[in-house]
């Protein structure tokens, strides 16, 4: 069995305002750029539900490196306004423990297929 690499994860869930999902992904993109090449994040994945629901999955080396990240207020005001402008509702997060690491590094995104 492989050893789990990230110390940290959590999910963010959220329902979207009706046609504002392009602004959200946008918005979404950005910000996860900019704490996985500025602040450590190890990496991020946006998935859309069948229940409409938006999730994403976030991996981090420690919850503190989070926190860190998280502490940040300029991180890119414009994104997070326009990411808060397009969410109707947003769930609790989930925070996880991984325990096995069998996921397949990969940046092509779906509009690359």
């Known amino acids: 069995m492989k050893e789990s690499l990230a110390g940290f ?11 504002m999902e392009a602004q959200f992904i946008e ?13 450590g994040s190890l990496g991020s994945r946006l998935h859309r539900g069948p229940d409409d629901i938006w ?8 919850e503190a490196s989070r926190e860190s990240a998280f502490l940040v207020d300029t991180l890119d ?6 990411m808060r402008e397009a969410i109707a ?3 609790p997060e989930i925070v996880l423990e991984p325990i096995v690491d069998l996921i397949v590094p990969t940046r092509r995104t779906k509009t690359e297929s």
């Open 77 to 82: 005001t414009e994104a997070g306004e326009l």
């Open 55 to 62: 999730y994403s999955y976030a991996q981090w080396p420690n």
């Open 9 to 19: 994860a959590a999910i963010y869930r959220w329902r979207l305002h009706p046609g």
């Open 27 to 39: 918005a979404w993109t950005r910000i996860s750029e900019l704490y996985l090449y500025r602040y």
């Open 89 to 91: 509702e947003t769930f």
